[in-house]
C-alpha cells in the first residue's frame, strides 16, 4: 500500500484546513465608530457604532495605535475621536483590539 499523498489528496487537504481557518474565532475584524470612554490603566475602551450600540474592548499591550496618522500611545486618545479598530474574539465573545487608528478634528 502506497502511503504517500498524491498532489489531488494534497491540494484536498490544504482546501478543507484554509475553509477551517476561516470559520475559526479569533481572527482578525475590523469596527469603526467614535470612541465614548478610554480607560489607559486598564487598557480598555468603548467605542460606539453607527447603529449607536457601544462595543467594550480590552486593549492589546503590544497594540500599534496612531492618532492622525502619527504613532501614539493609548492616553492620548479622547472620546470623540473617529477610530477604526482592528480586534480579535476570543471563544467566549471578548473582543481584544490589536490596532487603533484614530482621527481627531482639529480646532
Known amino acids: 500500500m502506497d502511503k504517500t499523498l498524491s498532489s489531488r489528496d494534497a491540494a484536498c487537504a490544504a482546501a478543507f484546513l484554509l475553509g477551517s481557518l476561516v470559520a475559526l474565532p479569533g481572527l482578525a475584524d475590523t469596527l469603526r465608530g467614535t470612541l465614548r470612554a478610554v480607560d489607559a490603566e486598564q487598557w480598555r475602551i468603548v467605542v460606539t457604532d453607527k447603529d449607536g450600540d457601544d462595543n467594550h ?16 500611545s493609548l492616553g492620548e486618545l479622547q472620546p470623540g475621536d473617529r ?20 482621527t481627531r478634528k482639529s480646532g
Open 57 to 72: 474592548l480590552a486593549v492589546a499591550r503590544t497594540a500599534a495605535i496612531s492618532l492622525n496618522g502619527r504613532r501614539a
Open 83 to 102: 477610530v477604526v479598530v482592528t480586534f480579535s474574539e476570543d471563544p467566549n465573545g471578548a473582543a481584544t483590539a490589536t490596532a487603533i487608528a484614530a
